[in-house]
């Protein structure tokens, strides 16, 4: 169990839910630490949880048939994510890994389904937050399929600024050089060059521990 404030500083989802039903989330949800490269779960595992990221950075991806390990997604703090693997009572179709010290906050089944049968501002926050993944989804196809590594970068740390999927971020990102490579798929150095060049190009600017973001707009059409 949690306490109600913190339950509040950490999922934007709690924020418009009555009395009675930030009492039935609070008492359903605890909290786990990570280390960084601990794997958080498995494609195949059976995850009964709906996962918030409570502070840390964790990768979404999985490995394909011919060995190529894909990113889908990072989670930053304030992420709430796998809502469709609970729905559907299946396994987890993909892998989380935590790229570095990591804290979650773990919602039981039976509890996710009372706010789903009970809350009308619960259920609003979901459609919500499976049509903005889908779309990034839909979006992370297509500049797989067609964009150069720099642009894939761009688009990656982009997708961190999403002001639904990551309702607190500020444009300055705490992540080193090879986290964003894990994130964008690409090794460390590769990432080094495309992050040298969008500086050079205005669009972000790499400081110590992190980069702040200058023109977010830009970033989020790189390549274009």
Same mark, same amino acid.
């Given at each position: ?16 839910? %009555? ?6 989330a609070r ?5 786990k ?18 996962t918030g ?11 394909s ?18 809502e ?7 396994a987890?179709?993909?892998d989380?890994?935590a ?12 509890t996710f389904?009372w ?15 499976? %049509? ?28 961190l600024? %999403?002001p ?5 971020? %500020? ?10 490579g894990?994130l ?18 205005g669009l ?21």
């Amino acid at each position: 169990m949690i306490v109600e404030e913190h339950l509040r500083r950490v999922a934007v989802w709690s924020r418009e839910l %009555n009395v009675r039903e930030i009492e039935v989330a609070r008492t359903g949800i605890v909290e786990k630490s990570y280390r960084a490269g601990e794997s958080i779960f498995v494609r195949g595992d059976q995850f009964d949880y709906w996962t918030g990221v409570v502070f840390g950075l964790v990768k979404m991806g999985m490995v394909s048939r011919g060995g190529k390990a894909i990113s889908l997604a990072g989670l930053t703090a304030g992420a709430w994510f796998g809502e469709g693997s609970v729905l559907k009572k299946e396994a987890r179709r993909y892998d989380v890994v935590a790229l570095r010290e990591t804290r979650l906050a773990l919602m039981d089944r039976s509890t996710f389904f009372w706010l789903y049968e009970n809350s009308a501002a619960f259920n609003r926050f979901l459609v919500t937050q499976l %049509n903005e993944r889908l779309g990034q989804f839909i979006g992370l196809v297509e500049y797989g399929r067609t964009l150069d590594a720099t642009a894939r970068l761009a688009r990656a740390i982009a997708s961190l600024f %999403n002001p639904i999927l990551y309702p607190d971020l %500020n444009r300055h990102l705490e992540i080193t050089q090879e986290e964003i490579g894990a994130l964008s798929g690409i090794s460390r150095q590769n990432a080094n060059q495309c992050l040298k060049r969008l500086e050079r190009e205005g669009l972000l600017r790499l400081e110590y521990g992190g980069v702040t973001i200058v023109d977010l707009e830009r970033l989020r059409s790189y390549g274009d």
